[in-house]
């Protein structure tokens, strides 16, 4: 165990799935010459990035069962080369039908990766490693993101749309010669795997999972917290700070920078935030939600355009959206055995990813519906449209932050039968005040 043979293998893996995430959000940076290039509605656009979450959405379950039997390495190099086709279409698509065909088999490339990386860290690692390697394997993914908003759209405002996707598409090739060659599932003498259960055994365990109220809540947790950032980051964010709010190219391209950073520094300090208090997870994913709706309402409401600080600001509030989300799958690890914890993880990673691809299209199609009653004067992405359009994103939040506290109660209830009881936290903050006071005094 934690050979160096295994520190190859995560290597490997961490590149597989940064190259996935630049693949997962390039499209966010090309919204205005992908319009232009397939002379498309902003309906049309968010159609795009709809239906690659979508498709990455329905595999995860069925992803995480055929990991079980085939093993990573399969599914991470199947996955590799089903980007690098997307990548290689939308290069060359001309007309819309041929680019979602690209981003349909980008999205399910994406979908074959993440799952099947973190399945490599408990085959190759010591146990007391795991916690902090899955931790590291999210925020290092999150560099692709980087590529994405810097390297990549400088080459397709220099290049051009066809040099910059074959990029792309060399990049999943990389991965797929290095995968091929460098990645074992296991390491040498390890039992090998299970072919996995049975459809009726994987129904009964896809059903026992959803009845855990701690499941749901984590569902409900990754849907109110990560769809804005997906939102931002893939689809509209690059149009609404360049052609609403009147950014050069090169600031969005920083403010994306900030983006990846501020997700990166925030996921410790969430994880050792759910470590030590494990029974406020939910609050802290209410307060992101909480933040993220005042930095929408601040940017939203400002007369004209914001400043480049509040810009700035609520970038970062979405950032932490990502980190956050990961509470979810915290809940679905605590709420349920070992044998189901992959099922429920599935089902959680479900919530943000149908929330995003909601949201997407509902920003575009409000985005058409100004425009084509006139109230947009004939300029699709305008400040004042994108003002109501984006406001979509209030209702999403109201929606998820009612079903958290609604689960919870029930969680809590679940809990209190089991001899364990959260108390208010007003009362909580009281009575931690009052051992720092005792503390303090008996020093």
Do not use: C
């Not at 006139?374 to 984006?390: C, I, T």
């Amino acid at each position: 165990m934690t050979s160096p043979r295994a520190w190859l293998i995560w290597t490997i893996g961490i590149f597989a799935y940064l190259v996935a995430v630049s693949q997962r959000t390039s499209f966010g940076v090309v919204g205005l010459e992908a319009t232009d290039r397939f002379h498309a509605s902003a309906a049309q656009i968010s159609f795009f990035t709809v239906l690659q979450l979508l498709v990455y959405a329905a595999l995860q379950i069925p992803v995480g069962v055929m990991v079980d039997r085939f093993g990573s390495r399969a599914m991470i190099a199947g996955g590799a080369i089903l980007m690098a086709l997307g990548q290689l279409q939308l290069a060359f698509a001309d007309n819309i039908p041929g680019g979602v065909l690209g981003r349909v088999l980008v999205g399910a490339g994406d979908a074959m990766t993440f799952v099947s990386v973190i399945r490599l860290i408990p085959l190759w690692f010591a146990p007391v490693r795991v916690p902090l390697l899955t931790q590291l394997t999210g925020m290092s993914g999150q560099l692709g993101q980087l590529f994405s908003v810097v390297p990549f759209a400088l080459i397709i405002h220099s290049a051009g749309w066809t040099p910059a996707f074959l990029t792309l598409a060399a990049m999943s090739a990389l991965a797929v010669v290095l995968v091929l060659v460098l990645l074992q599932d296991q390491p040498p003498g390890h039992p090998a795997a299970t072919t996995g259960q049975g459809l009726r055994a994987t129904g009964v365990s896809l059903s026992s999972a959803w009845r855990q109220p701690g499941t749901r809540l984590g569902l409900w947790s990754h849907f109110t917290i990560q769809f804005s950032g997906t939102v931002f980051a893939m689809t509209w964010g690059y149009p609404f700070l360049i052609s609403a709010q009147g950014l050069d190219r090169g600031t969005v391209s920083g403010l994306m920078a900030l983006y990846v950073a501020a997700a990166i520094a925030a996921g410790p300090m969430i994880g050792r935030f759910v470590s030590r208090h494990p029974l406020r997870r939910s609050t802290m994913v209410l307060l992101i939600a909480a933040t993220t709706a005042a930095a929408w309402a601040a940017v939203l409401l400002m007369p004209g355009r914001s400043p480049l600080w509040m810009l700035a600001a609520l970038v970062v509030v979405l950032a932490i959206g990502g980190p956050g989300s990961m509470i979810g799958f915290d809940f679905a690890r605590t709420f349920n055995p070992a044998h189901r914890i992959g099922t429920a993880t599935g089902i959680v990673n479900v919530g943000g990813f149908i929330a995003a691809l909601v949201a997407i299209y509902l920003i575009g199609l409000v985005l058409d519906l100004l425009k084509a009653t006139g109230f947009s004067q004939g300029e699709l992405y305008g400040l004042e449209p994108f003002r109501l359009a984006l406001s979509v994103q209030f209702v999403l939040l109201g929606i998820g932050a009612f079903a958290i506290v609604f689960t919870r109660r029930k969680v809590r209830r679940q809990m209190a039968a089991q001899g364990v009881v959260v108390p208010p936290l007003l009362k909580a903050l009281a009575q931690q005040r009052q051992r720092n006071l005792e503390r303090r005094k008996a020093q």
